[in-house]
């Protein structure tokens, strides 16, 4: 089926099918057959080498902070958080938040794992914990 400009995909994009699988506690990345590399955030296309041979993949969920920073909020208002980057074992960089930990402790060059967690507020969310923490 060819698609035109006034006509909807077949298939949800590449987003949507990552939050589709994030709501099922299911945190994946892409992996591009063609030329072997691991991608995120969700593309149509590899940002690598152009290639549209992208398959999901569930990856190891190691990682290391790359960078992290501390926003500073009122207690009254859920307290300080952290923002981190994390690489990925697989390569991918992404942001997220490192849970288990005091904000103020989080390292750059911290071992971290990926966990999908039940936000009663906002559902789903990936975020990582120090590695060898109980989750």
Known sequence: ????RDQPFADPGPDAQFAAALAQGHFQIQHCTACGQHVFYPRALCPHCGAAQLDWVEPSGAGCVYSSTTVRRKPESGGDYNIALVDLAEGPRLMSRIDGVPPDQVRIG???QARVIDDPAKGKLLV??????TP
């Open 1 to 4: 089926m060819s698609v035109g």
């Open 128 to 133: 990582f914990i120090p590695e060898g923490a």
């Open 110 to 112: 911290m071992r971290v």
